[in-house]
Nanobody, 115 residues
Framework: QVQLVESGGGLVQAGGSLRLSCAASGSGFSINAMGWYRQGPGKQRELVAVIFSGGSTNYADSVKGRFTISRDNAKRTAFLQMNSLKPDDTAVYYC?????????WGQGTQVTVSS
């Protein structure tokens, strides 16, 4: 069983920065990719960024140039550095891990950006 725990959310003013972390625990698995998703008020959950085991990344157009996803394979942890935050970035941010033919979600962490 894979468990994901996110941390690093909070309240920040527009233009500020936050760094999210997602730590995977459990045994007997390897992670193919890790992604960050978000769900804003009244919106559907959307992909923010994903990083594959080889290090390649993809970003939503809305965050390109502002957010950076990274991972520490040895610690099975993914990070999302968020800079130049905007009120539209306000959402619950979820971590997702792709393991073999399955995937797992974290519990989410709230990010609130005030104007």
């Amino acid at each position: 069983q894979v468990q994901l725990v996110e941390s690093g959310g909070g309240l920040v003013q527009a233009g500020g920065s936050l760094r999210l972390s997602c730590a995977a625990s459990g045994s007997g698995f390897s992670i193919n990719a890790m992604g960050w998703y978000r769900q804003g008020p009244g919106k559907q959950r959307e992909l923010v960024a994903v990083i594959f085991s080889g290090g390649s990344t993809n970003y939503a157009d809305s965050v390109k140039g502002r957010f950076t996803i990274s991972r520490d394979n040895a610690k099975r942890t993914a990070f999302l550095q968020m800079n130049s935050l905007k009120p539209d970035d306000t959402a619950v941010y979820y971590c997702k891990a792709y393991v073999a033919n399955s995937y797992y979600w974290g519990q989410g962490t709230q990010v609130t950006v005030s104007s």
